[in-house]
Structure formats: C-alpha cells, structure tokens
C-alpha cells in the first residue's frame, strides 16, 4: 500500500542521513548555549486558532471521537513554544531554546513541501534588543557553514518597516492583504503579484509598491536610501534598528530585501529567510520577531527564532553532491567459516567498545557474507575460522589489505 499523499517513508540511507543531519543542526544550536524543549505534536485546536493568519486553512484540526475536543495537529514549533512559555513562568529570561520535532501542513504536496516533515527551531524569548535577532542570524550563518551550502544568502526585511511605508507614506490601511500577495513573488512573480495587487489598490501605488520593494544593494547602501527618501520617524526607528542587527551578525551573506514580507501573521518586526542559487526549493531556513505571539497566552513577552527546514536542507545537500549516504549504520561485519561462537564473542567485544557491528544471522557460507557486507558497504570485516578461534586471532580486511592480528590488538585497532 503506498503512504500518504504528501508523506514519505525513509530507507534506511535516508533515516541515517536525516539523523546526521538532526546531530550536525544540534550541534550548532548548543554551541550557542540553546537547551532543548520537547511539545505534544497533537495540541487543543483553540491553542493554534487565529494564529496563523490565510495560512491556518493549512491546519490538520479534527474532533476528539472519545472526548468531544477539538485537536489539531501542531503547524510549526513556534505556537506550542508560546503556550509551553504561559505554562512554564518560572523560566529564568532570556530563555533560550531549541526543539526538533515533526509538523503537519495540508498544503499540496510538490518538491521541497511535503505535508508532514521536521523542523528544527532555536528561539530566544524575553530579549527586545537587537542582541538576539542578530545572534539568531549567525545562528543561521553556523548552520549553512556547517553544511557548506554554497551560494548562499540570509533576505532580511523588517515588518516595521513595511507597516510604516505602507501605512504612512502609501495610506495603505490593511497591509497585510498587501504582505499576502508580496509573498507569492517566489511562485508567481512581479506579473502574477501585480494581478492580485491590482485587487486591492489603485494602479498608482501598485506602481510605488513595486519601485520600493525593487530597491537593491548591500544593507548599509539600502538602509541610507530608506533613510534619505523616508523622513516618518517608525521607518527611521526600524532603519536604525536593523543597522545594529546587521552590525552584529556581520554582512557576509546578508541581503536587504524589502520585497520579503513571510506570510505568517505574528510577525512584529526584523524577519528574514535563507536561499541557495541552486537547486530552485524554496528557503531553507525563515523565521523574525513575534513580540505580540506569547501576550496572547496571558504573558507579553519579546521573541525571536527562526526554524531550519531540515527537508529541503537534505534535499538541497543531495541535489548539489554535498551528503554521502550510508545503508547501514554497522560499521564492521564479522564473519566465520565453521566458527560461529567465536565470531559472534568478537561482536559483543566490539559493541562493548563502542563499535556498531553485524554477524551473519541467515547460516550463510563465509563467501556469502562478504557479499553481505560489500553490498551494505561496511567498511571492516573480522574474518574468523577454526584455526584463529584456536590461536585466539582474526583477519581484518579493510581498505583491500589483510592482517592477521591477536584479539585484543584487533579490538584496539577497530575501536582507536
């Protein structure tokens, strides 16, 4: 029976790759001293509602059958982080966290957006200064070196910024329809995004819409354009805020786009998105400012986080060569001609030493499991017959080469 539309299964060189993966973003995420957090996938429906803005028709939500509850599958990690914040006050500030888990989106599956798949977020919550957008960016910086995704760029915009434009300078009351239709450039581009504009505002300023969003450069180039043709005092507070942000997390990789908006309705101020030139998946990584998501759980608090999209990170890695897959986590195959016992007194050795191994377990002859273990690719073979049960020896192969070596040099050399 084939899966779910929008969900996949993983072969084992997939599952192993992904938990590499899952180490590596770890990893990163500790070396900044993030902790970890752990929420239900399954949250109360009423947790999520009004939360997400046009994007909440993408909500797996459904009735209890036993309790009569609404319940809906969590959409992403940063709404059940608001809700665990309300429950858990006690948390010294700043709180910084991180989490790894599955999220489910009933959105039309196609390449880079599948309906469940993981996501790994790093927050800081209760810190309001540019401080923590900017540890956030390099963050993300970390975590694309890591994986030396090239041909990078981290899109920084600011809500702010586009709320003062649009309302002050463009007289654009509701600018989130405005945000809404921005964000499908990627998808429908400027001919598709002026269509849906041409719906909601005068030819006028759809044309203003464009030419401001179209402006380009370094950050600091942008940031003194705004400056000049801008004098509202809300776009120059933003302008000053994302000087420092930029300042902070360094200029290498990070581009003001004004065109970047993020769809998600709980956004407050600095956000920003990772792309690569090639391959063409969407962002790996988005995420900003929502200091107004955790006021709605009874505590108003500042938060900034961002989540790596761990999928198309893996689908990005194998497209351009970077990953190497392995069948099999083992990492040496045991082997016997006519000395079962004894090989399998090796393997318990080499576990307790830390080394993941295998023995054959269908009463194979010993060409038999070589071929096993060429064909899962492991890297070392114990060979082992009658006459090294007796001397207490074994034969490892690796590398093309053999040596014959006592039991305990052969354990030592396997485990250094």
């Known amino acids: 029976m084939p899966t779910p539309r929008g969900m996949r299964d993983f072969t084992p060189e997939l599952a192993l790759l992904r938990k590499d993966v899952f180490s590596r ?3 990163v995420f500790r070396s900044f001293g993030f902790d970890p957090i752990e929420t239900p ?23 209890d059958p036993w309790g009569g509850k609404e319940l809906a599958l969590r959409y992403d990690l940063t709404v059940p982080l608001a809700r665990f914040l309300a429950e858990h006050p006690e948390l ?7 989490a790894i888990g599955r999220v489910y989106r009933h959105d039309e599956p196609q390449r880079g957006r599948y309906r469940e798949f993981y996501q790994c977020d790093v927050d800081i919550v209760g810190a309001r200064g540019p401080e923590a957008d900017a540890e956030i960016l390099r963050v993300i910086g970390a975590v694309m070196r890591e994986f030396r995704l090239p041909g990078y760029t981290i899109k920084l915009n600011d809500r702010r910024l586009l709320r003062g434009i649009f309302r002050r300078e463009l007289g654009i009351e509701n600018p989130l329809e405005v945000y809404r239709a921005i964000d499908k450039l990627d998808k429908i581009g400027w001919e598709g995004v002026e269509k849906e504009l041409r719906q909601l505002l005068p030819a006028s300023k759809v044309r203003r819409v464009r030419d401001i969003l179209e402006m380009s450069g370094s950050p600091d180039e942008v940031l003194d354009q705004l400056e000049m043709r801008f004098k509202d005092g809300g776009i120059r507070e933003a302008v ?8 902070l997390a360094g200029k290498n990789h990070i581009k003001l786009d004004l065109s970047l ?3 998600l309705d709980y956004y407050t101020g600095p956000i920003f998105e990772t792309v690569v030139k090639s391959p063409r998946i969407g962002s790996i990584t988005g995420g900003g400012r929502y200091d107004e998501l955790l006021g709605k759980y009874g505590k108003d608090l500042p938060a900034v986080g961002t989540t790596i999209g ?6 990005a890695g194998l497209a351009l060569g970077i990953f190497r897959t392995r069948k099999t986590v083992a990492e040496v195959y045991v082997a016997s001609i006519g000395a079962r016992e004894y090989a399998w007194e090796i393997a318990e050795r080499l576990r307790d030493a830390g080394v993941p191994t295998r023995v054959d377990l269908m009463g194979r002859n010993w060409r038999r499991q070589l071929q096993e273990a060429e064909k899962l690719g492991i890297p070392r073979v114990v060979l082992v017959g009658r006459k090294e049960e007796e001397k207490k ?10 040596r014959q070596l006592g039991l305990d040099e052969l354990i030592r050399s396997i485990a250094k």
């Open 41 to 63: 996938i399954v949250e109360l429906w009423e947790t999520l509602k009004g939360k997400y803005g046009s994007e909440e028709k993408l909500v797996y939500w459904f009735r």
């Open 393 to 402: 020896q074994a034969v490892l192969i690796e590398d093309g080469e053999r």
């Open 240 to 247: 000053e805020y994302l000087r420092e942000v930029v300042g």
């Open 261 to 263: 908006v993020r769809g």
């Open 310 to 315: 761990v999928e198309r990170l893996i689908d």
């Open 25 to 27: 973003i770890e990893r």
């Open 92 to 98: 010294p500030l700043p709180f910084k966290r991180y």
